[in-house]
């Protein structure tokens, strides 16, 4: 039954993947991707996903798990399979995969959708299912830990680096990208600044007033913040109002700065938890309702397979498909930072090892599908459009008239009147130069909801799906400062013992200031840029993200050779490191090495200066062209930075396991030994019942 | 259909119901607490369990403490 299923699933996908070929000359419809890519999910998970598991991992239902071991009743507890992949689901998505997919639809369709569902199959899911797996044998140990356990003191310091620097690059493209969402955008404003309040309130509720009801609480914060898009587009209809709410990036960066700034050093209860539960809920809920209404509508996808712009000349940003699609899709095909949830809070709640495939494989594969509806959203766009929305006025022209000229000449027709009508249509007064991803995934959305369930509420739509965004990557920029908070005073603890004190004001305040300064730099830079900012800090965010997915599968790789007993499965982890460590360090030796000023940062530092030197910059340009050109050449000191921790990561793995293929001495594993489990299977309709039967 | 078909779908549409919103109540956290006495009851038992308020200050605390959210 189990093979004919396989069999039925390979049939579809095939065809489905037969019929994108296919049709490579006409406009596809969306229903080819969605299929193709659940077939290849299913079957990745059925069949790759079971055979590592059994095979390489020696997945064990008789063992005991950390939780039932360990179970206190707080981080330690055995958890029905199902809500923790609810809780490592909901921890994993976040705003990459919408993003990244966006910006590589400047390739076409096609690389990005291939890359998305094979580097998912054969190197994310493989990743996130192999921390779980091994930090679970290991009684949830970090990543960080299972370097420095397995590699020795070397591994697990450029471990610690590599998680603080992609924390604060991660952290500043985000904000670049909620920034760029409210640029001049009244409504989009005034909506996401509502959302504060609300938050503190919800934590108030749950807090003081019902302790603890979440589910209450969120359902009132999630409603406030429904009312609060219509309460937007009302204060939108203000001219005095509407005043009030309408910035300029470097404005808007500013709250952002101070934003985090305060939610790093406020108590989690008052903003970040309360913020975390709303958008969560919204989050799930919008990539439900998208699934849905992509299922219901099935638009057609108007991108080509390819652009022309595989070539490098990409006005998004520059480099040629190979490598900088694998750069710009990072989360949705492999994303080193789940390797960080894959081995902190998942594996203390797993009840049986058998879980792991789900919770691992199974959240992965579910977030790789996300991204393939970020890409739909982005490529069912007029191409003409989705440039005209996703392009810097540097590149193509400040006007609109130059700007359409500009695109319209690269073959993809776009009028004025055309985006006049769509800017009005979404509530807006222009979508031109909107860089960042966000509003054209929410133009695409609000097409999507508009055709689906009303096309009178557009604007409503377009403006929820920017809220929606912008809610999540809030709980990012608070979420990660926080963490790098506690990553720099841990740093700082070695220097002088009381800087260690999480709990130390002083030391609160200046690990968090510090960590703010660090991404709240990046996030200026990037606002000043005339072409988006994007363009530059979004690959420094790849590189560093398929580093650590780098680092993490070097820590995997390490422990099989070291533990398994058959060496030859390392190239289960083995091939998507070498995959990652080809595409990363190409990307970083053209970032650096190119004299195309708009690919290398060195190049585009030098040329930026000539001109600057020479007067042939215009004067709002040249009053910013300093700071651009110290910038791009930070960026590339920080590329190489990120390649030199790379591959010291890589050789000292080598090192490892060819000790250990030799028979020397190797550190021991550090696998917590066997124990027979005494758990019951906890049923699916788990409340009391399943965990006083799991309690020791 | 027979008055017992409808009871038996109906009764069964019912358990589909109670064992969502039980899923949704502990993947939410929002039973937290009664997991939390239910746990301190049999492997604490005798020592007083903390206050509602006490444990979700707590529960937030830690879980904040890490890396919980992602890209």
Redesign the interface.
């Known amino acids: 039954m189990n093979k004919l299923f396989g069999i039925l699933l390979a049939v579809i996908g095939g065809f489905a993947l037969g019929g994108i070929a296919l049709y490579r000359a006409e406009p596809i419809n969306s229903m080819w991707i969605v299929v193709a890519s659940v077939c290849v999910y299913l079957l990745g998970y059925r069949f790759y996903a079971a055979w590592i598991a059994s095979k390489v991992y020696l997945v064990d239902p008789t063992r005991a798990t950390p939780a039932e071991r360990l179970?206190n009743?707080?981080?330690f507890?055995p958890t029905?399979r199902?809500?923790a992949f609810?809780?490592h689901f909901a921890?994993?998505?976040?705003?990459?995969p919408l993003v990244g997919p966006t910006l590589a639809a400047q390739f076409g369709y096609l690389p990005g959708t291939l890359w998305i569902i094979i580097g998912s199959v054969l190197g994310g899911c493989v990743q996130d299912m192999t921390m779980l797996m091994l930090s679970m044998r290991r009684d949830g140990r970090s990543l960080g830990q299972m370097a420095r356990d397995e590699l020795g003191p070397v591994g697990g310091f450029a471990a610690l680096i590599g998680t603080l620097m992609i924390m604060i690059i991660?952290i500043a493209v985000?904000g670049l990208v909620v920034v760029n969402a409210m640029k001049h955008s009244p409504w989009a404003t005034s909506t996401v600044f509502a959302t504060i309040p609300v938050a503190i309130l919800v934590g108030f509720y749950?807090?003081?007033l019902r302790?603890?009801?979440?589910?209450e609480a969120?359902a009132i914060g999630v409603a406030l913040i429904a009312l609060s898009v219509f309460g937007g587009g009302w204060i939108d209809q203000q001219p005095t109002l509407r005043a009030m709410f309408d910035y300029p990036g470097v404005s808007l960066a500013g709250f952002v700065i101070v934003y985090g700034w305060l939610a790093a050093i406020l108590p989690?209860?008052l903003l970040?938890?309360p913020r975390?539960?709303l958008s969560t809920f919204l989050k799930l809920g919008t990539v439900f309702l998208l699934a849905i209404a992509i299922l219901l509508m099935h638009p057609q996808i108007k991108m080509p397979a390819m652009t022309q712009f595989v070539d490098g000349t990409g006005p998004l940003f520059t480099g040629k498909v190979f490598p900088f699609v694998f750069i710009t899709i990072a989360?949705g095909a492999v994303?080193g930072?789940?390797a960080?949830?894959s081995s902190?809070?998942t594996p203390k709640l797993i009840s049986n090892e058998r879980d792991v495939r789900l919770i691992g494989y199974g959240s992965m594969a579910l977030e790789s599908l996300v991204a393939i509806m970020a890409i739909i959203a982005a490529t069912l766009l007029d191409p003409g459009v989705y440039f005209a929305i996703n392009v810097g006025g540097g590149i193509v022209g400040a006007t609109p008239d130059a700007a359409v000229h500009t695109i319209t000449g690269w073959g993809f027709p776009v009028t004025t009147d055309q985006m006049a009508k769509l800017a009005h249509d979404m509530g807006e007064t222009t979508l031109f130069a909107r860089t960042g991803g966000a509003p054209s995934l929410a133009v695409g959305m609000a097409s999507i909801f508009g055709s689906t369930f009303g096309r009178g509420l557009l604007s409503v739509w377009y403006h929820f799906a920017i809220m929606f965004e912008a809610v999540f990557i809030l709980?990012?920029i608070d979420?990660?400062t926080?963490?790098g908070r506690?990553m720099l005073q841990d740093l700082l603890g070695h220097i002088s013992a009381p800087l260690g004190r999480?709990s130390w004001y002083p030391s609160v305040i200046i690990s968090s200031t510090l960590i703010v300064a660090g991404w709240g730099y990046f996030l200026y830079i990037g606002v000043i840029d005339p072409n988006g900012g994007i363009n530059i800090l979004w690959p420094l965010f790849g590189i560093s993200?398929q580093m650590l997915a780098a680092i993490a599968l070097s820590v995997s790789t390490a422990i099989i050779i070291k533990t398994a007993n058959k060496k030859a499965y390392a190239w289960v982890t083995g091939a998507p490191l070498a995959w990652l460590a080809t595409v990363t360090t190409v990307a970083a030796w053209q970032k650096v090495m190119s004299v195309d000023p708009k690919l290398g940062f060195f190049a585009g530092a030098d040329d930026m200066a000539a001109k600057l030197a020479a007067g042939a910059l215009s004067a709002d340009k040249a009053a910013v062209a300093p700071q651009l050109i110290f910038n791009q050449r930070l960026d590339g000191w920080l590329t190489v930075l990120f390649t030199i921790i790379l591959w010291f990561v890589i050789l000292d793995m080598s090192r490892v396991c060819l000790r250990r293929l030799r028979g020397a001495s190797v550190l021991k594993s550090s696998e917590a030994p066997y124990q027979p489990t005494k758990l019951e299977p906890i049923p699916?309709?788990?409340?009391?019942h399943g965990?006083?039967q799991?309690?020791? | 259909m027979s008055g017992e078909g409808i009871y038996s779908a109906r009764t069964a549409a019912l358990r589909w119901f109670a064992a969502g919103w039980s899923y949704l109540r502990t993947v939410s956290g929002d039973n937290a607490y009664e997991r939390y006495l239910a746990h301190h009851a049999t492997a604490h038992a005798g020592e007083p369990p903390m206050s509602r308020k006490d444990y979700f200050t707590e529960m937030q605390r830690r879980k904040w403490s890490g890396v919980s959210r992602c890209c």
């Open positions: 179970n009743g707080r981080d507890v029905q199902w809500v609810g809780h921890a994993i998505a976040g705003p990459g991660l985000l749950m807090r003081s302790p603890g009801r979440v589910l969120s989690v209860w970040l938890a975390d539960y989360c994303s930072f789940h960080l949830i902190g809070t709980t990012t979420a990660g926080r963490v506690f999480t993200n699916v309709a788990a409340g009391l965990v006083a799991a309690g020791h």
